[in-house]
């Protein structure tokens, strides 16, 4: 039984060095080829699903290398062969209250952390600065609210990209990302302009829906400069898969510049773009 524990623990084991190890080969902000684990955090809580994610694994690992454990022993020691006796006995209070027992403190051990996580989550802490997606049928609409200027963001197509240098990601460069300052807590306001759609960002650990008639608000500090990606995770429509979201962390003296400049771009500036003329000539 102690070798079988043994073997039990290297296997899960190593199965928590292979997920971390992969987590850390991922890409900064995208999926990579071959990425095996949760996409690289960038904030805290991230860091935390990603922790509650091993922890997980390395239960989940335990419990079916032990149910696999017994499954071989009953099938080798008891097949109809190695023994055509079998016994008649049929209760045993131990065991019974053993895997009644165990189960649920194994579920106890899960809820605390779980909960303690939750409300991390939905607990918001003070924030430095507000940003308002609005969902789209099929881009996003970023409203700074302190600072009175909103502006669209929607996806690159193949040409536009192949301009740019490096050329950004397939699917998730958009023309106007959202940009916000490192190290400050951002609240996030999400609403459905039509439809629902979700604003998703795992690298922040942030899924939240997008629902007409109701803001939804959740929160990310980004702990590293760099752009990160998303994409909405609500099928929303035919273009739900070219409607996607680009953070730009930046330093907070590059956000006070990008914010000066972004006001004049985009005060002015509130014709609709012509996905949206697009998009209200089909919804008449
Ligand atoms: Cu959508």
Same mark, same amino acid.
């Given at each position: 039984?102690?070798?079988?524990?043994?073997?039990?623990?290297?296997?899960?084991?190593g199965?928590?060095?292979?997920t971390?190890?992969?987590?850390?080969?991922?890409?900064?902000?995208?999926?990579?080829?071959?990425?095996?684990?949760?996409?690289?955090?960038?904030?805290?809580?991230?860091?935390?699903?990603?922790?509650?994610?091993?922890?997980?694994?390395?239960?989940?690992?335990?419990?079916?290398?032990?149910?696999?454990?017994?499954?071989?022993?009953?099938?080798?020691?008891?097949?109809?062969?190695a023994?055509?006796?079998?016994?008649?006995?049929?209760?045993?209070?131990?065991?019974?209250?053993?895997?009644?027992v165990?189960?649920?403190?194994?579920?106890?051990?899960? #809820?605390v /952390? $779980? !909960?303690?996580?939750?409300?991390?989550?939905?607990?918001?802490?003070?924030?430095?600065?507000t940003v @308002? *997606? %609005?969902?789209?049928?099929?881009?996003?609409?970023y409203?700074?609210?302190?600072?009175?200027?909103?502006?669209?963001?929607?996806?690159?197509?193949?040409?536009e990209?192949?301009?740019?240098?490096?050329?950004?990601?397939r699917?998730?460069?958009?023309?106007n990302?959202?940009?916000?300052?490192?190290?400050?807590?951002?609240?996030?306001?999400?609403?459905?302009?039509?439809?629902?759609?979700?604003? #998703?960002? /795992? $690298? !922040?650990?942030?899924?939240i829906d997008?629902?007409?008639?109701?803001?939804?608000?959740t929160?990310? @500090? *980004? %702990?590293?400069?760099?752009?990160?990606?998303?994409?909405?995770?609500?099928?929303?429509?035919?273009?739900?898969?070219?409607m996607?979201?680009?953070?730009?962390?930046?330093s907070?003296?590059?956000?006070?510049?990008?914010?000066?400049?972004?006001?004049?771009?985009?005060?002015?500036?509130?014709?609709?773009?012509?996905?949206?003329?697009?998009?209200?000539?089909?919804?008449?």
């Amino acid at each position: 039984m102690l070798a079988l524990l043994r073997v039990v623990a290297s296997a899960a084991l190593g199965l928590a060095v292979l997920t971390a190890g992969g987590a850390a080969r991922a890409g900064s902000g995208q999926p990579t080829s071959w990425q095996v684990g949760l996409q690289e955090s960038a904030a805290p809580v991230m860091d935390n699903l990603a922790a509650f994610h091993n922890f997980l694994l390395v239960i989940i690992t335990l419990i079916t290398a032990f149910v696999l454990a017994l499954l071989v022993i009953v099938i080798v020691k008891f097949n109809a062969r190695a023994n055509p006796m079998p016994t008649r006995t049929t209760h045993n209070t131990l065991l019974e209250v053993l895997w009644t027992v165990v189960p649920v403190a194994i579920l106890v051990v899960i #809820a605390v /952390p $779980s !909960f303690r996580l939750l409300f991390f989550q939905q607990d918001l802490p003070p924030a430095d600065l507000t940003v @308002k *997606a %609005t969902g789209k049928q099929w881009y996003w609409t970023y409203s700074y609210p302190d600072s009175k200027f909103e502006f669209d963001s929607i996806m690159l197509q193949d040409k536009e990209r192949e301009k740019l240098q490096p050329v950004p990601p397939r699917l998730l460069a958009v023309d106007n990302a959202m940009v916000v300052p490192v190290n400050k807590v951002v609240r996030v306001q999400t609403i459905g302009a039509e439809v629902i759609h979700a604003f #998703a960002v /795992p $690298s !922040f650990g942030i899924k939240i829906d997008a629902i007409p008639g109701r803001l939804n608000e959740t929160w990310f @500090k *980004a %702990t590293r400069e760099g752009i990160y990606y998303g994409q909405c995770s609500e099928l929303c429509g035919k273009d739900h898969a070219f409607m996607p979201i680009e953070v730009r962390v930046v330093s907070e003296q590059a956000f006070a510049a990008w914010l000066e400049e972004a006001k004049k771009k985009f005060a002015s500036d509130r014709t609709p773009g012509p996905a949206a003329i697009a998009a209200a000539g089909l919804a008449r």
